[in-house]
């Protein structure tokens, strides 16, 4: 069983991949990968798996008062990325990549980021007296990421790259570039602002001291950043003034 999961660890690995994904969530992953091997269950069915788990966590969160709606929301939104790592390793392990997959897989991001902004600042309004400040937050966190995720999708596409002459980037593609030798400067705080947005790495670390809402705070002003400066980008590249 040892042997079958180190195996499948190594042959189903991203070109790229974060410290936390390769040491700690594929790992995992890969467990549940060598059980769903054997089955006839799909990498989408995975996919859609890991939606569920996050949605029972962000109901614990949001729901359950006290220590246990913490841990055990923030253990189900573990386990959800880890699901979610999974999809993917079995798609790779059984060869059922399609590019629909991947389509859905970011989707489904889309959606669990979206769900774990509200749980957050619903669990501040209910459960540790945040009042309307606590909605007035989320609110504002809500937006912040559905306008970074929106502008990610934008830069992704192939038309993206051709009209700007860049590299097209898929779908995790740059969650290893931080560490490679081009590396700016300025990679210690990228690569902290890439630990907040990825939230299982730190989600844990503010739920210890019961801070959820300080993650809140840190998990949208990552993304304003990100906004601001991927803004900006677009803007020089698409906004230029043409030719005569």
């Known amino acids: 069983m040892l042997t079958d999961v180190r195996r499948i660890y190594r042959e189903s690995l991203k070109p790229a991949d974060s410290l936390f994904n390769l040491y700690l969530a594929r790992p995992m992953a890969a467990v549940a990968v060598s059980a769903f ?3 006839r269950v799909t990498p989408n069915q995975v996919t859609f798996l890991a939606l569920g788990m996050m949605m029972a966590g962000v109901v614990l969160l949001a729901g359950v008062p006290g220590g246990w709606g913490l841990v055990l929301g ?70 912040v990421v559905a306008s970074a995720l929106s502008l990610t999708r934008f830069v992704r596409t192939p038309e993206y790259a051709q009209a700007t002459g860049t590299k097209q980037l898929k779908h995790g593609e740059a969650a290893g570039a931080a560490r490679g030798p081009d590396r700016s400067p300025l990679w210690p705080i990228q690569m902290a602002a890439r630990a907040i947005s990825q939230y299982p790495v730190t989600l844990p670390l ?12 840190a998990y949208g002003a990552v993304h304003l950043l990100y906004v601001g400066q991927t803004a900006l980008v677009v803007l020089w590249r698409l906004g230029r003034r043409g030719p005569a």
């Open 74 to 143: 923030v253990g189900a939104v573990e386990l959800s990325y880890v699901l979610d790592c999974a999809d993917g390793q079995l798609a790779r392990l059984t060869r059922r990549t399609s590019a629909v997959g991947a389509l859905l897989d970011f989707l489904m991001d889309e959606l669990k980021a979206y769900l774990l902004v509200g749980a957050l600042a619903t669990r501040w309004f209910l459960q540790d007296g945040g009042g309307p400040w606590a909605l007035l937050v989320g609110v504002a966190a809500l937006i």
């Open 206 to 217: 503010f739920a210890i001291v019961d801070r959820l809402d300080l993650f809140l705070y």
């Open 37 to 39: 091997a054997r089955t």
